[in-house]
Structures are given as C-alpha cells and as structure tokens.
C-alpha cells in the first residue's frame, strides 16, 4: 500500500526482537537470530504518520497519492486503549461465565503498545484450542 516495510511497536514486541523500553530493535537479540536491522521494518508509533500510499495504488483505488497511513496497531493493543486499559491509575479485569479450568500454562507478556504505553497481558491457551486438543 506504501511501498514501505513498516512496524508499529505493539506489532514489533509480538516478534520478541523490540527491546520494549528502548522502544527499538535489540541487536543483541536480532543478532542471536542471525538478523539484523537491515532485515527489519522501520518502526512507527501506532499514532505516528508512517507513509503515504505508493502513487500506484492510489491510482488504483481512485485516491490522492497523499492519503496518510497511521502506524496502527496490534488487535489486542488497540482493544485494550478501546476499553480504557490505556488509562492512569486502573486496573482492568475481563471475564466470562466460563467455569471451566484452562489447561496449559500460563505467562506474563510485556508488550509495547499503543502511544508510547506498553501493554501488559496474562496469556493462557484458549478454550478453543483446549477443546481441540481433547
């Protein structure tokens, strides 16, 4: 759509190579992987102006070529700024009716998110995939 490889940080801390409190790609992890910065997108915050679309395919779709693409975000990210986890001085808890144990185990991620927040999140494996592995 821009004819550019870009990341929004809460996309970029899914690949566990963004060293979250800097913000920017860690060396020393892309570097355990045999990567490096070259191979990486350009990283955005979700809020920031990242491109405008490639001249080519605003021909295509019938737009101005200065049509801004914002950085975006990740589902979870931005669902959780939607809900108001984005906010200060709260907790947010979300539940279900479910009365059903999850197997599997369970761990804390500490994600970027979001307009310089970083996101937080307990991962379980879903009941979904729990009843698959029945």
């Known amino acids: ?34 990567l490096s910065r070259s191979h990486m997108p ?20 019938g737009l101005n070529a200065s049509v801004v693409v914002a950085g975006g975000g990740g589902d979870n990210a931005v669902s959780a700024i939607g809900v108001g986890g984005g906010l200060a001085g709260g907790c947010l ?15 804390l991620s500490s ?8 996101l937080p999140a307990t991962c379980c494996r879903t009941v979904a995939s729990d009843e698959r592995d029945a």
């Open 42 to 61: 350009t990283l955005v915050e979700g809020c920031e102006v990242s491109a405008t679309l490639d001249p080519q395919v605003a021909k295509l779709w």
């Open 111 to 118: 994600g970027a998110a979001v307009g310089g927040s970083r």
């Open 93 to 107: 808890y979300l539940s279900r009716d479910l009365r059903r144990a999850v197997r599997g185990h369970r761990r």
């Open 1 to 34: 759509m821009t004819g550019r490889k870009i990341s929004d940080m809460s996309d970029a801390a899914g690949t566990l190579w963004l060293d979250v409190a800097k913000r920017d790609w860690s060396d020393a992890l892309l570097d355990k992987c045999g």
